[in-house]
């Protein structure tokens, strides 16, 4: 997903090479303790359990607005001591965290005691609008009155996101904080880049005393007595946003509009039921993650990558989540189409990786990008994004038919086969390679962008430029959906132009890049031609798209469910045995979710369905091993064994976008599902269920202007299929590979 050459894992990699100056610095590990994450727009929290942030130093946990930290520190004390955790819990939907807390014994011994479990603390806290709520309540369980005092401690750093990662600068603004009324303090940033940032922190009702760093409330309640204390934070850019109007602290009228919010942003999806309640409690985590991470945009709705490190826009995770969730809402892939079409570049710009034709990698609104410290204000160092964005117009136009969004970007469609064409293949050889134009850019490319990702047998590293299997892959599909696109839209010479470029590029690929030693494609080739004969996951990428001749895919598949790939838990990047192998690594032997998912899709296309229900049942068991059913970013790839479940990655994000969309394309992947729009059908071909599953029902599956209910039933190998509801006259298939 995202700036990955920055990825938190190199730091694990024994390694002599330079590392990346936009790694992640790894000081405290994510996995340590339960962490809670909030999101809404361009604004999430990372909390501890208790609902507090910024107690471990150099941690992640605090407020962010647009790629800044605007709360560094917020924590409750009761008598100066921190509350007894009861229970903490981020609600189904995403939309609000809450806590059960007490107070721990007090002054013992004492005539003044307060002996714990007598006060009920509970805390609610979510975002909306670039805004903090909380709301505190209080109350008082036992037979006498009882006095306390409530404190809070804050602060405001205004990191950039990079600087959290663990980058230093030579020179930051500066930070002030000013007591403004009994009931509010204000921190501001002056930016290097000429911003004004502030955090404005109001507290309902006055509080006893307010310094700039802590709030004091002197508390009585009196037998069953209910108090509430009411906060917002409020981040705001600009020297014009210095006041919270009445309407953004109302905690209620808030929080009804967050829920509204993201009711109505999943309102069209398909909804699953199955017959497991834990895949069940997976798919509805999924959900909730997912519409949590998609932002609306004035193009549409856009995934963002990832919690903390990630959350923004990225071309490639947000057109290969669109892709995995076409199936269940393809809102999401028009969302990103339109968006990325209008970001799509125009010029050449060394510094940002940039050529005409394209497509984004990375968007970043922080000081630091605005200054050009870092190349991602608008950067397009990858070499996958383009063809990935040609692949999806074609899935998005055969599941919908939405010819209106297709003719409005066939300009960057275009553009995109010729930046392929011509900056993608600078060599003339039919292959598209990447270079970086500046050392300030990634090293790697595709979204294995570790700096050590791509290497020989030896271990040594490759070359560039460099030619990546999956990319090849890429581009054969993209031009086969061009092709269509162009088919419909009366291009016939283009269109036919495009498939034959395809299937030269289909031969020349496997002359290329077939490694008959190793039973797989060469992750890729160098920048003099010689292969990289390392056994990886990028292959399966090769089924995905379908470049694959049916031979070599059974091969293919084969050598990645060897127990040398296959670890029991999922495909690792890297096979054991390989020379950089290490399971610990961020890309060189770690299994991540999403990479599963396009390999098992990639498995059922060529019809190797039980390979793909076995990656379906490993991930669903990952899943049940993690707090809230939440597949993370990636996870170590050590070999399972038996009654241990999978072994965390200590910075992984949680939630992300393509993780979330995992299961949801994993189960496509089991049911061979596709839907076509011209056929005015859903094709189930050959479809297979795991044997966690014996029924999955899918409700509210739109194609064209039909709505379907299906149920989907295993009698032991067999499956039926059955229409349980149906508007519309779409029709129903099912079929053998």
């Known amino acids: 997903m995202s700036t990955y050459a920055t990825g938190p894992a190199d730091h694990l990699e024994p390694t002599s090479e330079p590392l990346s100056e936009h790694y992640i610095e790894a000081q405290t590990s994510l996995v340590e303790r339960a962490l809670r994450t909030l999101k809404s727009g361009d604004a999430f929290a990372v909390l501890d359990t208790n609902g507090d942030c910024g107690s471990v130093p150099d941690s992640p946990e605090g407020v962010f607005f647009q790629d800044t930290r605007y709360l560094s520190r917020f924590d409750m004390r009761i008598d100066g001591k921190r509350p007894l955790l009861l229970g903490s819990a981020i609600q189904d939907d995403n939309a609000a965290l809450t806590v059960d807390l007490t107070n721990p014994d007090i002054r013992p011994g004492e005539e003044t005691a307060l002996p714990r479990d007598i006060i009920a603390i509970n805390r609610t806290k979510f975002l909306w609008q670039g805004t903090l709520y909380e709301r505190i309540g209080l109350r008082n369980y036992d037979l006498q009155s009882r006095t306390f005092r409530l404190e809070f401690r804050f602060d405001a750093d205004f990191r950039d996101l990079f600087e959290v990662r663990g980058m230093q600068r030579a020179q930051r603004g500066t930070t002030s904080v000013e007591v403004q009324s009994p009931d509010r303090v204000l921190f501001r940033y002056e930016g290097i880049d000429g911003v004004a940032r502030q955090s404005e922190l109001r507290f309902e009702p006055w509080p006893t005393r307010l310094t700039a760093n802590r709030v ?5 309640l009196e037998p069953n007595e209910r108090r509430s204390v009411l906060i917002t934070v409020a981040c705001r850019e600009g020297a014009s946003s210095t006041t919270v109007d009445s309407e953004e602290q109302n905690f209620l009228k808030g929080f009804r509009d967050t829920r509204r919010a993201l009711r109505a942003t999943t309102r069209e999806m398909a909804k699953v039921e199955t017959s497991n309640q834990l895949f069940n409690e997976v798919l509805a985590r999924s959900a909730s993650d997912m ?7 004035e193009h549409g709705l856009y995934p963002y990558a990832g919690i903390p490190w990630y959350s923004t826009v990225f071309g490639r995770d947000g057109i290969i989540t669109a892709m995995m969730m076409l199936w269940a809402d393809p809102h999401i892939a028009k969302g990103v189409l339109r968006y990325l079409a209008a970001t799509q570049a125009t010029d050449i710009d060394p510094a940002a990786d940039a050529q005409p034709g394209k497509i984004l990698h990375e968007r970043r609104l922080g000081e630091m990008a605005q ?3 870092v190349p991602f204000k608008r950067y397009y160092g990858t070499v996958d994004a383009t063809p990935l964005f040609i692949m999806l117009a074609g899935q998005y136009f055969e599941r919908t038919g939405d010819r209106e ?3 409005a970007i066939w300009p960057n469609i275009e553009a995109a086969l010729q930046w392929c064409d011509e900056y993608g293949d600078r060599d003339g050889d039919g292959f598209v390679e990447y270079h970086r134009e500046t050392e300030k850019g990634l090293a790697n490319q595709g979204w294995k962008d570790s700096h050590d990702s791509i290497f020989h047998t030896d271990g040594c590293g490759a070359e560039g430029p460099i030619a990546l299997c999956e990319v090849q892959a890429y581009v054969f599909a993209a031009k086969q959906a061009a092709a269509v696109l162009a088919y419909v839209l009366e291009k016939p010479d283009l269109g036919d132009r495009l498939a034959k470029e395809a299937d030269v590029l289909r031969e020349n690929f496997d002359a290329a890049f077939w490694c008959e030693d190793i039973g797989t494609y060469a992750l890729a080739l160098d920048g003099a031609k010689r292969p990289c004969r390392v056994r990886t996951s990028n292959a399966g990428h090769a089924l995905f798209a379908g470049i694959a001749a049916p031979e070599r895919a ?3 598949t084969a050598t990645l469910m ?7 838990w999922g495909i690792r990047t890297v096979a054991r045995g390989e020379a950089r192998y290490n399971p610990m690594s961020y890309h060189n032997g770690s299994i991540w979710p999403h990479d599963n998912a396009m390999i098992a899709l990639g498995m059922a296309r060529y019809g190797l369905k039980e390979e793909a229900a076995e990656i379906c049942q490993a991930l669903f068991e990952v899943a049940t091993y993690q707090e809230l059913r939440r597949l ?7 070999t399972r064994r038996r009654h241990r479940g999978p072994t965390a990655y200590p910075v992984a994000c949680s939630p992300q976008a393509w993780a979330a969309a995992t299961p ?8 061979g599902l596709n839907l076509d729009w011209d056929d005015n059908s859903v094709r189930l071909s050959d479809p297979i269920l795991p044997d966690f599953l014996h029924d999955v029902e899918v409700r509210k599956l739109r194609i064209g202007r039909s709505k379907l209910h299906l149920r989907i039933h295993r009698h032991d190998q067999d499956v039926t299929l059955n229409v349980l509801g149906r508007i519309g006259n779409a029709r129903v298939l099912l079929s053998k590979w």
Do not use: N
């Open 562 to 568: 060897s127990p040398d790939s296959f670890s029991g």
């Open 632 to 638: 993370p970013e990636l996870f170590c790839g050590f």
């Open 554 to 556: 059974r091969r293919v």
């Open 405 to 407: 969004t297709i003719e």
């Open 664 to 671: 949801f394309a994993t189960l496509a992947a089991c049911l």
């Open 291 to 297: 519409y949590m991470l998609v932002t609306p945009t």
């Open 216 to 220: 004091y409330y002197e508390i009585r």
């Open 371 to 373: 200054l050009g410290e």
